[in-house]
């Protein structure tokens, strides 16, 4: 079963507005966290925010903030007035408790999101 | 403060052959994870070093290896290249080995093709 779920493989839009990109996961372990990165075309993936389970309000990182809904398990990644230069991949990714202290991520398989002038 | 680099950007070699990635990691971190990301995928977590020793493996067979060395530097070795190991090898490094909100800070990634 996949850990963690991105059903828009690609989304549009108009410079200045704001976008939602969809991310639902599934753990049963009860402490977690959950991340977004970007990746533009060069390929490298650059952090953008984090949301821990036991975290009671929604993070924000500038124009960037997380929907984080515990009992519907998704954590979806808000950006607000978006820019030409927010033109990339976006991943969803999530660590858990049982991974021990692997650090590892589990990524989805990502949205690209391509802002219009 | 130097960022997490990687070498070769880019590289080709023919099934059979044998591969060596290189990472350095971002000053004052002691963790990296390797990641393997395919076209269109996102990435797979290979294993993690942690003070030159293995300290976690994702579902990857046995000639997928690393290196540690002491200055917190790391290697990927690749056996026996497959076409399917064709992909973008990301390298991350991190304070810790592994608190739930640490961050893994990436570097630009090699990109292996192989034929």
């Known amino acids: 079963a996949q850990k963690i779920t991105q059903t828009q493989p690609g989304m549009f839009v108009q410079e200045k507005e704001a976008v939602t990109l969809d991310c639902t996961y599934d753990t049963s372990d009860p402490s977690y966290g959950l991340f977004w990165y970007k990746q533009p075309s060069s390929g490298e993936m650059i952090f953008l925010i984090y949301?821990?389970?036991?975290?009671?309000q929604n993070a924000t990182e500038g124009r960037y903030s997380l929907n984080f809904q515990k009992a519907r398990k998704s954590a979806n990644l808000v950006i607000s007035a978006s820019q030409l230069g927010d033109s990339a991949m976006y991943f969803c990714a999530m660590r858990e408790m049982s991974s021990g202290n692997t650090g590892k991520l589990i990524f989805g398989q990502g949205t690209t999101l391509q802002v219009k002038p | 403060e130097t960022g997490v680099t990687q070498s070769p950007t880019h590289l080709i070699k023919t099934r059979g052959q044998q591969v060596t990635l290189r990472c350095s990691s971002q000053s004052g971190h002691n963790t990296v994870s390797w990641y393997q990301q395919a076209l269109g995928q996102g990435p797979q977590f290979i294993f993690q070093?942690?003070?030159?020793?293995?300290?976690g493996r994702g579902n990857f067979p046995p000639r997928f290896s690393g290196l540690q060395f002491p200055n917190y530097s790391s290697e990927l070795n690749v056996n026996a290249l497959e076409l399917d190991d064709s992909a973008l090898y990301l390298c991350?490094?991190?304070?810790?080995?592994?608190?739930?909100?640490?961050?893994?800070?990436f570097g630009p990634g090699t990109r292996l093709t192989v034929l």
């Open positions: 070093y942690y003070r030159e020793e293995e300290n």
């Open positions: 949301q821990g389970s036991y975290d009671q």
């Open positions: 991350a490094s991190s304070t810790t080995s592994g608190g739930i909100g640490d961050e893994q800070f």
